[in-house]
């Protein structure tokens, strides 16, 4: 594999590890059985925000730095809970 397509897929794992965290850290603060559906849901907005971020960064950057996999993980897992806290507001009013 080329250096660009090997920064590329470690990009995206780290994305994907970052959403994997907020979907545990959200099951195990809601205190319910596991729902696939709301994990599935919530892996499709962390999949928004890998593609977001690897789009508008990775364009720019001229070198990729660990700084950059810790943070589309923290963007992953941020977008997710942002969103999931948006929605359940919308729904409450």
Not at 14 to 36: D, H
Not at 83 to 89: E, G, S
Request: aromatic share 10%; proline share 1%; with cysteine.
């Amino acid at each position: 594999m080329t250096e660009p397509t090997l920064q590329i897929l470690l990009l995206i794992l780290c994305g994907v590890a970052g959403t994997a965290i907020a979907v545990l850290l959200g099951w195990t603060e809601s205190q319910e059985t596991f729902n696939k559906k709301k994990a599935v849901a919530s892996f499709l907005r962390g999949s928004v925000a890998i593609v977001t971020y690897i789009t508008a960064n990775y364009a720019l950057a001229t070198q990729i730095t660990l700084w950059d996999y810790v943070a589309i993980a923290l963007f992953a897992a941020g977008f997710d809970a942002v969103l999931k806290r948006a929605q359940t507001a919308t729904q409450k009013t």
